[in-house]
């Protein structure tokens, strides 16, 4: 299992269009890929779960993934959270 802890830096949080882009690189993967947030934890295949959460700025959030690509789809998600200003 791989971990990775994100500080969201954007001014709106997560809100649609990062969320839409966030799983749409966590189904390329097969492995089970979580997002956990105040508490919660989420499929981050899945934009509901996502846009439920309601991550605002400058909060802390932790990605998880296991399976035989977790390491790919790991680097591929700080890519994307990167890409979109979600995080540094």
Same mark, same amino acid.
């Given at each position: ?7 969201? +830096? &954007? @001014? #709106?949080?997560?809100? &649609?269009?990062?969320? +839409?882009?966030?799983?749409?690189? &966590? !189904?390329?993967? =097969?492995? /089970?890929? =979580?997002? @956990?947030? /105040? ?14 959460? *309601?991550? *605002?700025? =400058?909060?802390?959030? +932790?990605? !998880? #993934?296991?399976? /035989?690509? %977790?390491? %790919?789809?790991? /680097?591929?998600? #700080?890519? +994307?959270?990167? #890409?979109?200003?979600? !995080? =540094?």
């Amino acid at each position: 299992m791989e971990k990775r802890n994100f500080r969201i +830096t &954007a @001014e #709106a949080g997560i809100h &649609a269009r990062p969320a +839409t882009l966030l799983v749409q690189a &966590a !189904s390329k993967f =097969n492995s /089970d890929i =979580n997002l @956990e947030y /105040d508490g919660k934890s989420i499929n981050l295949k899945s934009i509901m779960g996502v846009m439920s959460l *309601g991550v *605002g700025q =400058n909060t802390d959030v +932790t990605i !998880s #993934a296991d399976g /035989d690509d %977790e390491t %790919e789809a790991m /680097d591929e998600i #700080a890519k +994307t959270m990167k #890409a979109e200003g979600l !995080s =540094n």
